[in-house]
């Protein structure tokens, strides 16, 4: 065969194929045609073993052949994925290998081998006349497009955006630094293959495919992930090693038409359409679903005879559609609950979601699903439970949910995906049929507009002089005075108000686990507004939540203190977490506006600076301790390398008659006490020294790559920006010091007949 | 009209309801100023009878008049500042010790002015990587004069990348050398000694705590949560790393499978017995506070109570049974320390997180009114049951009934999930009762007691002699043995 090659970028599709990773990801995939929810829910003692085996009809695309009749609700049709553009986003060579033995090529796939009966050559024949005609019903690219992206953040969004929920991990990802599973779990449920991705797709292709899996498969399981062009690019990277696509074949007519002939015998437009020129070709009907004889025999047999389709059933499988079979006079109907159930199966939401008990991450992939908000722990991490949905959200709000289009936990790495209208459509009915049942108490919404809430009281409830809803949820884009749950801002936009209110008054027993306490136990109010009428206070947030945009912020939210902090008559001895002078710092703010840190950690003044001293918001307000920077101006850095002594220990702080702090702490055989303190606009330290050897010298000023401690006269030195002045003792013997590029000053200090020696200086910047 | 009438009565009867435990304990509310943001982390009362508070703000206040019996002219005196979020004081030997982020402080006045003028280090080196969840808790000094602290787990980013010994406790001795003890603490906020002198923590219901719990730190220990693990490598770690966590197994399954997995002394089922529980203060006080002398009092955060647990030692292991004892507190209970009259003030705050009450900070002190509530006072486990001990002779006629006694047990699954249900859940028959002849003791047969399990009972129907009601009708025992 004379392929011809557009590609230019030859060299870059073998260097990207050498880091394709889907080799990479953890592939002991069976070899029957992975179901999802096939896989999770169903073993061989399944006494519910008929509803395996109808979901799997369906999946299979049995019924595609085999009219399901009456039955069709419960074993709908489905198609296959679209043919369409195929030059530009396949690989010719994988789509010939692929038809000639899909199993080998995919393991796990749903696609049924159909040229099992034919000899390897035909098969081989078969499969590239296939090719042939598939490739020529849509135009072929004018060239490919050179792959791009980042393969790391590829990797990272597969492991976190829900990815593998379904599919699987690559086993050398470390999932979830720090979370508490640090231990993680087997995976148990098979995932469903990729693949060999890297050979299949053109890296546009893929990129396309992850961008909408839908549009390319309206009934595929795969639904549409939120996400940007760049991360699919990143995404697609990661998978399939950046392909640019094996090239593109020259096209020879007779084979097309023999391929043409072939997808009509075959039977292939049971589950697909060819694009392009919109050909429409009949497919052949097969005997229908009534008629089948339950038995392993035909395509449920062991291996199927020629010319049948050949779906490698597991034995399993074959049981269960054969138990199906044989139940279909039976067959009723579905209830709203059964509807909703076997939607849940076949597009796995039970991957992420549980509903009545069953379902939610499994525990070898609960790892995956992480979270940004620290704190939120499980209820921040998994997808939200599915049991009483429809007596949650309203139908619209289902709606949007099951498109994708409403996100309203962004802390939740995992992404809700879009299904489709369609799907969006029926869950949105069923949820509500199934579960806004038996007679639920209105809320004063409706029809006693006397005794409904008003927007002041729902304020003054949110707030931190109310219940203080804003503790813990965050309001309209506001930041919550504690952890950073769920923005209330969506709830009169999603909820059923009375599930609003019978939520507030027992969270416990919609959500099991949750940590939401309740405000009005056994629906007593405990706020004294409105008389302690509870019906009105949880109406009133509903009024406050509807109208917020009209409303001021709660009290506790709107009046966030200010918390500069200001010496004014002595000085401010303040410990926080601080850039550049670590986690054990000590600053300490001086009324003459100048202003140092202390490391108490690494033993060492790390910062002085002038101006405003600093903001305590991260140390006394904000729960996640973020670093303190210095509010003032001329940060100095303390130059590193001019610490007393090697080893040392912090000991200590002792504060004088003013407030001003000295500083203890062992440096070697030293006893050491360190005061630093404003002099006109600069600094003096003042050093004091122990119980020491006499003979060892002290580092004053460092300085490193190269640069140069400047002498300026006998007593004063510069570094840059720093200028060190030795004010006592006047006769200390100095040098300065060379080592490895760096400079070092130091100082003989004089020890006095107690023992003690005293060294003062002035720092100016 | 039958509405209005329907309306009276929940109210009657709501207020009934809070005034039953107000009775008995009553609670005094100390003012605070409004420029003192006072959200009480440590308590420590001072030689002299003023009481000297930490707060989140790293301030240290020392207030006098807090023993009025209406305090109103409490005055407040700031003895120190800019620590860094100390939750913890203690007083010992004339000086006041708190356990900040980073180390374990000691702060003395040294020139009688009140104000610390010396802030000195006594032990610290435990990692810290700038998470905002690695609150250190302590100190609390036991009989020989060793300092115990305990250490958050860390939980989300970090700046740095020591966490060593995070989610372990500590022991700092006289010298200030310090070691770790025990490990597998996720937040353990409270430390506290029973009468004997044995060191206990509690633990806040989340990951691989499926409930809240009383925790006895032993040497060599494992609490149950695994972020502790990494530090099992260390040189000074007491006990081995289990090769692997077992997980979905129940606690008591777990506990068999990992040699150094203890079980708690208590469980305190979740919102059964509070959210999330705090401070551990055993009662000295002899008979000053009411009839639970030498029981644990515990700090409970989220419905801003206290609680009330009751040990015993069974074939050389503590376990107990937790009670609810007061509820309905201005905010959320934190710290608890005695008072020299025998009342406890409760040191309050809900910084962070949402806390039932009026009021987001503050302290309030319960005063026993010398009145004796019905209570169940002590249950304890026996070969074949429990025998329950009453704070006043009972009914016979109701004490006598089986149906009186709701008895079931469970236990809680182990994993990394947040919180979990209770599990094996079965419900007990009592076989056999027996009232002493004062009437205060109920000896119960118990058919199926199993260890490791909690067993929850109900007495809703038991009154006293004088047909009281019990003020709390509930009991929830940790049966890790059976004697």
Not at chain 1, 91 to 99: A, S
Not at chain 1, 640 to 653: C, I, M, P, S, T
Not at chain 2, 328 to 343: C, E, F, I, N, P
């Given at each position: 065969m004379r392929l011809v090659l557009h590609s230019s970028f030859c060299w870059i599709v073998a260097l990207l194929s050498v880091i394709g990773t889907t080799e990479a990801i953890a592939a002991t995939v069976p070899s029957h045609p992975i179901v999802a929810g096939f896989e999770r829910f169903f073993t061989a003692s399944s006494t519910n073993l008929v509803k395996g085996g109808e979901l799997l009809l369906s999946e299979l695309r049995c019924v595609n052949c085999h009219d399901s009749g009456e039955h069709k609700e419960r074993i709908?049709?489905?198609?296959?994925?679209?043919?369409?553009?195929?030059?530009?986003?396949?690989?010719?060579?994988?789509?010939?290998?692929?038809?000639?033995?899909?199993?080998?090529s995919k393991p796990g796939t749903l696609m049924p081998h159909l040229l099992s009966g034919e000899s390897e050559q035909a098969q081989k024949d078969d499969a590239t006349a296939l090719a042939f005609y598939l490739f020529s019903t849509s135009p072929f690219p004018a060239s490919r497009e050179a792959a791009s992206g980042s393969l790391e953040n590829g990797r990272r969004l597969y492991h976190s955006?829900?990815?593998?929920?379904?599919?699987?991990?690559?086993?050398?990802?470390?999932?979830?630094?720090?979370?508490a599973e640090s231990v993680p779990e087997q995976i148990k449920i098979a995932s469903i293959p990729l693949g060999n991705l890297q050979r299949k797709y053109s890296h546009e292709g893929l990129v396309g495919f992850l961008l909408d899996p839908v549009k390319w498969h309206p009934d595929a399981r795969m639904p549409r992930t939120p996400m940007s062009e760049s991360e699919a690019a990143d995404l697609a990277l990661y998978l399939s090693g950046g392909n640019l696509g094996s090239g593109l074949p020259a096209l020879l007519p007779d084979r097309i038409e023999k391929g043409r002939k072939r997808f009509a015998e075959l039977s292939c437009a049971a589950c697909h359409t060819v694009g392009g020129a919109g050909e429409s070709i009949p497919a052949l009907k097969a005997k229908p679903l009534a008629e089948i004889n339950a038995e392993a025999a035909g395509c449920l047999s062991d291996s199927p005879p020629p010319r049948l389709p050949d779906y490698q059933l597991s034995p399993l499988q074959r049981q269960a559609i054969i138990a199906a079979l044989k139940n279909l006079p039976q067959a009723k109907p579905l209830a709203a609950a059964q509807r909703v159930h076997r939607h849940m199966l076949a597009l796995?939401?039970?991957?992420?979601?549980?509903?009545?008990?069953?379902?939610?991450?499994?525990?070898?992939?609960?790892?995956?699903?992480?979270?940004?908000?620290?704190?939120?722990?499980?209820?921040?991490?998994?997808?939200?439970?599915?049991?009483?949905?429809?007596?949650k959200l309203l139908p619209q709000a289902i709606k949007r949910i099951v498109q994708g289009e409403e996100r309203i936990r962004p802390y939740m790495t995992t992404r809700m995906p879009d299904f489709g209208e369609h799907h969006a459509e029926q869950f949105a009915k069923t949820f509500s049929a199934t579960d806004l049942t038996?007679?639920?108490?209105?809320?004063?919404?409706?029809?006693?507009?006397?005794?409904?809430?008003?927007?002041?009281w729902g304020r003054e409830l949110i707030g931190t002089k109310g219940v203080g809803c804003i503790y813990c949820h965050d309001l309209n884009g506001n930041k919550s005075l504690g952890i950073r749950a769920v923005d209330l801002l969506h709830a009169p936009k999603r909820l059923h108000p009375e599930w609003f209110r019978d939520y507030l008054i027992d969270p416990a027993s919609f959500k099991p686990g949750t940590r939401m306490p309740s405000f009005w136990p056994e629906g007593k109010a405990v706020h004294e507004l409105v008389g302690k009428n509870t019906a009105r206070q949880i109406d009133s947030l509903w009024v406050y939540l509807t109208e917020l945009d009209q409303n001021r912020l709660p009290e506790g939210m709107e009046e966030k203190g200010n918390f500069e902090l200001k010496p004014t008559n002595a000085p401010i001895v303040f410990r926080t977490f601080m850039k550049d002078a670590g986690l054990h710092a000590i600053s300490v703010g001086f009324p003459e506006g100048v202003h140092i840190a202390f490391d108490s950690e690494q033993v060492r003044w790390a910062l002085a600076w002038r101006g405003q001293f600093l903001d305590a918001e991260g140390t006394w307000d904000d729960r996640f301790a973020p670093l303190a920077e210095p509010l003032g101006t001329n940060v100095l850095q303390w130059p590193?390398?001019?610490?007393?002594?090697?080893?040392?220990?912090?000991?200590?702080?002792r504060l004088d008659a003013r407030g001003v702090p000295t500083f203890l702490y062992q440096a070697d055989t030293w006893e050491v006490e360190d005061t630093v303190e404003p002099i006109a606009g600069n600094l003096r330290r003042t050093l004091t020294l122990r119980g020491g050897s006499p003979s060892k010298w002290l580092g004053l000023l460092s300085r490193h790559h190269g640069e140069k401690i400047e002498t300026l006269d006998d007593r004063v030195w510069s570094a840059g920006a720093v200028q060190l002045r030795l004010v006592q003792p006047a006769t200390a013997r100095t040098a300065i010091l060379q080592n490895n590029g760096s400079q070092h000053l130091i100082v003989s200090p004089e020890f006095d007949a107690q023992g003690e020696a005293k060294l003062v200086m002035e720092v100016r910047w | 009209m039958k509405r209005l009438f329907s309306f009276f009565l929940s109210v009657v009867a709501t207020t009934s309801l809070f005034a039953a435990e107000e009775d008995y304990y009553k609670a005094v509310t100390i003012p605070v100023p409004d420029h003192i943001k006072l959200e009480v982390s440590g308590m420590a009362l001072l030689p002299d009878g003023r009481l000297a508070t930490a707060n989140r703000r790293g301030e240290i206040w020392i207030l006098d008049g807090v023993h009025d019996a209406t305090p109103t002219n409490v005055t407040y005196k700031l003895f120190a500042s800019g620590l860094h979020e100390p939750l913890g004081l203690a007083w010992r030997d004339g000086a006041l010790y708190t356990v900040q982020r980073t180390e374990l402080t000691r702060l003395r006045d040294t020139n009688r002015d009140d104000r610390a003028d010396e802030y000195l280090t006594v032990a610290k080196g435990w990692g810290v990587t700038g998470n905002y969840h690695e609150y250190a808790y302590g100190p609390v000094f036991d009989h020989s004069g060793n300092a115990w602290l305990t250490l958050n787990c860390t939980i989300g980013n970090t700046v740095r990348t020591n966490d060593a010994w995070r989610g372990w406790s500590l022991k700092v001795d006289t010298k200030g050398n310090w070691q770790p003890v025990s490990g597998g603490f996720r937040s353990p906020s409270g430390i506290g000694l029973n009468r004997e002198g044995g060191v206990f923590a509690s633990e806040q219901q989340g990951n691989w705590f499926a409930a809240g719990a009383l925790l006895h730190i032993q040497f060599g220990v494992f609490h149950g949560h695994a972020s502790a693990l990494k530090s099992c490598d260390l040189p000074q770690a007491t006990f081995k790393k289990p090769a692997s966590l077992p997980q979905n197994l129940t606690i008591v399954q777990a506990a068999r499978?990992?040699?150094a997995l203890e079980l708690p002394a208590v469980?305190?089922?979740?919102?059964?017995?509070?959210?999330?529980?705090?401070?551990?203060?055993?009662?000295?006080?002899?008979?000053?506070?009411?009839?639970?002398?030498?029981?644990?009092?515990?700090?409970?955060?989220?419905?801003?109570?206290?609680?009330?647990?009751?040990?015993?030692?069974?074939?050389?292991?503590?376990?107990?049974?937790?009670?609810?004892?007061?509820?309905?507190?201005?905010?959320?209970?934190?710290?608890?320390?005695?008072?020299?009259?025998?009342?406890?003030?409760?040191?309050?705050?809900?910084?962070?997180?949402?806390?039932?009450?009026?009021?987001?900070?503050?302290?309030?002190?319960?005063?026993?009114?010398?009145?004796?509530?019905?209570?169940?006072?002590?249950?304890?486990?026996?070969?074949?049951?429990?025998?329950?001990?009453?704070?006043?002779?009972?009914?016979?006629?109701?004490?006598?009934?089986?149906?009186?006694?709701?008895?079931?047990?469970?236990?809680?699954?182990?994993?990394?999930?947040?919180?979990?249900?209770?599990?094996?859940i079965q419900k007990l028959t009592v076989n056999q009762i027996k009232i002493s002849s004062d009437g205060l003791n109920a000896r119960l047969v118990v058919e199926g007691l199993r260890e490791g399990y909690v067993h929850e009972l109900r007495l809703p129907q038991m009154k006293s002699s004088t047909g009281e009601m019990l003020l709390h009708d509930s009991a929830f025992y940790t049966l890790n043995q059976i004697p």
């Open positions: 709908p049709t489905l198609s296959g994925p679209l043919l369409d553009n195929l030059p530009t986003r396949l690989n010719f060579d994988y789509l010939v290998e692929w038809l000639s033995k899909p199993h080998a955006i829900g990815c593998v929920a379904c599919h699987a991990p690559e086993e050398a990802f470390k999932p979830g630094e720090g979370s796995n939401c039970y991957a992420c979601h549980a509903r009545d008990g069953i379902g939610g991450p499994e525990t070898g992939r609960a790892v995956y699903f992480q979270t940004s908000g620290a704190d939120l722990e499980d209820e921040g991490r998994f997808p939200p439970p599915l049991t009483g949905v429809g007596r038996g007679t639920i108490k209105p809320t004063p919404r409706d029809g006693n507009e006397h005794l409904t809430g008003r927007s002041p590193l390398g001019a610490e007393v002594g090697d080893e040392r220990q912090f000991k200590g702080y | 499978e990992i040699p469980w305190l089922p979740y919102r059964k017995m509070g959210m999330s529980v705090t401070d551990v203060l055993c009662n000295t006080n002899g008979m000053k506070f009411g009839p639970f002398e030498d029981q644990l009092f515990i700090g409970e955060f989220t419905m801003s109570g206290v609680n009330r647990v009751f040990l015993e030692k069974i074939k050389g292991q503590y376990q107990g049974v937790c009670f609810p004892f007061r509820k309905d507190l201005q905010s959320a209970t934190v710290r608890l320390a005695w008072g020299h009259d025998g009342s406890l003030f409760v040191g309050q705050n809900n910084r962070g997180w949402n806390s039932l009450g009026t009021r987001s900070y503050g302290l309030q002190r319960l005063n026993w009114t010398g009145k004796t509530p019905f209570e169940i006072k002590t249950m304890q486990a026996q070969s074949d049951g429990f025998l329950l001990t009453f704070t006043k002779p009972v009914n016979r006629e109701s004490a006598q009934a089986s149906s009186t006694y709701e008895l079931q047990s469970y236990t809680y699954p182990y994993h990394a999930n947040y919180g979990g249900p209770e599990t094996d």
